[in-house]
């Protein structure tokens, strides 16, 4: 113990006799943790921290392979995930999501948001609740059902404020009601 103390005060006298040594020394370390700690931050929140879902262990994601096509990792065809999830006999429940893009157009220029195609039993397979409206319901899903969305937080008041529910204008032409949920 004696002679970790002397090491330690010969440490701290070498320090004082080069101030510079001790400087250039004392900023490499600040550096060293400050990076450390960040990196740290980011792996905890992308990696370590579990998703905000219900039973976030239990997720997966099934694959389509189509690597003769070139798609190793495809969407399935709604068809095929139609019979994967009326066959399914291994989980508790399947949805389908497919990134796509919309135009949002009304009052001022039209603009491109990216979003997903899903399915009705998403949210409820997820455990998460609307903050405003309704979740969808399996008659959404149904062919020939109108248009319906869920709008996450980053486009509240883009355009009108929150309670307003701005028509869209489909291929046809003919506008539809917009029904607004938000999900997150």
């Known amino acids: 113990m004696e002679t970790l103390l002397k090491d330690i005060r010969y440490g701290f006298r070498s320090l004082l006799k080069h101030p510079g040594f001790a400087l ?4 490499t370390l600040a550096l060293g943790i400050g990076a450390n700690t960040a990196i740290f931050s980011v792996v905890n929140t992308v990696l370590l921290r579990p998703l905000p879902y219900k039973d976030p ?16 990792r495809d969407t399935p065809a709604a068809a095929n995930f139609v019979d994967w999830r009326d066959q399914n006999q291994v989980f508790e429940g399947m949805a389908a999501i497919a990134d796509t893009s919309f135009n949002l157009t009304g009052s001022g220029e039209p603009e491109r948001l990216e979003g997903r195609r899903v399915s ?3 949210f409820p ?8 409206g309704r979740v969808f319901t399996a008659v959404d899903d149904r062919p ?10 980053s486009l509240r008041g883009v355009r009108a404020p929150p309670a307003c529910h701005p028509p869209s204008r489909g291929r046809d032409g003919a506008t539809h009601p917009s029904r607004r949920r938000r999900a997150w």
């Open 24 to 27: 250039v020394a004392v900023l």
């Open 57 to 72: 262990e239990r997720l997966v994601m099934v694959w389509e392979d189509a690597t003769r096509h070139g798609y190793p």
């Open 120 to 122: 009705a039993s998403l």
């Open 125 to 132: 397979l997820l455990g998460v609740e609307p903050q405003l």
């Open 144 to 153: 020939g059902c109108g248009p319906v969305r869920s709008l996450d937080r």
